[in-house]
């Protein structure tokens, strides 16, 4: 994991255009974890996949996903 990024989602500057972060992150933290919103992004689409067709496997305890 890049200890450099830093993604929130909540930042509108991101979320103005979210691409370049994206990018960082599949190539320097494909798994990223979150610790002041305690949340993990997985950011790659073989992994995002798999994350989404393994429902018992990987969970959403605190329920929603957020989408940007």
């Known amino acids: ?5 830093h993604f929130d989602m909540y930042d509108r500057e991101i979320y103005a255009d979210p ?3 994206f990018e960082r992150m599949r190539n ?15 950011s790659r689409h073989e992994d ?6 393994e429902r018992d496997t990987f ?8 989408h940007i």
């Open 48 to 53: 995002v996949a798999r994350v989404l067709s």
């Open 28 to 42: 320097e933290a494909p798994l990223y974890f979150n610790a002041e919103y305690d949340f993990w992004a997985v």
């Open 59 to 66: 969970s959403s305890a605190k329920g929603g996903v957020y």
């Open 1 to 5: 994991m890049s200890p450099d990024i």
């Open 19 to 21: 691409y370049p972060m």
